[in-house]
Nanobody, 122 residues
Framework: QVQLVESGGGLVQAGGSLRLSCVAS????????MGWFRQAPGKEREFVAA????????NYLDSVKGRFTVSRDNAKNTIYLQMNSLKPEDTAVYYC???????????????WGQGTQVTVSS
């Protein structure tokens, strides 16, 4: 299994930006479709974005399209989630995930990070 560690969360005002990072251990990172999920208080965990092994294809939750961008650097075993124009409803714990079946899948793979809190104030 891939070990994942997220960072970059924090408190930001509505309209602001944050960049999340997820560093993966092990030599198999480049072969994994990667994704970001989030879980708000009292809600189920939901898909946010996925990216193909090469980084050439990405898929997004409708409500974040045009505001969030997922990317990866296979040389650094890292994926990123650039979040712009943040809204209070984006407040959640954001989780990195490895092993999605494809970049068009919204179901998670088997490896999770510990999560990073993102709080957007109004």
């Amino acid at each position: 299994q891939v070990q994942l560690v997220e960072s970059g969360g924090g408190l930001v005002q509505a309209g602001g930006s944050l960049r999340l990072s997820c560093v993966a251990s092990g030599p198999t990172f480049r072969y994994n479709v990667m994704g970001w999920f989030r879980q708000a208080p009292g809600k189920e965990r939901e898909f946010v974005a996925a990216i193909s092994t090469s980084g050439g294809v990405a898929n997004y939750l409708d409500s974040v399209k045009g505001r969030f961008t997922v990317s990866r650097d296979n040389a650094k075993n890292t994926i990123y989630l650039q979040m712009n124009s943040l809204k209070p409803e984006d407040t959640a714990v954001y989780y990195c995930n490895a092993g999605l079946i494809s970049s068009s899948s919204t179901s998670p793979g088997g490896s999770w990070g510990q999560g990073t809190q993102v709080t957007v104030s109004s």
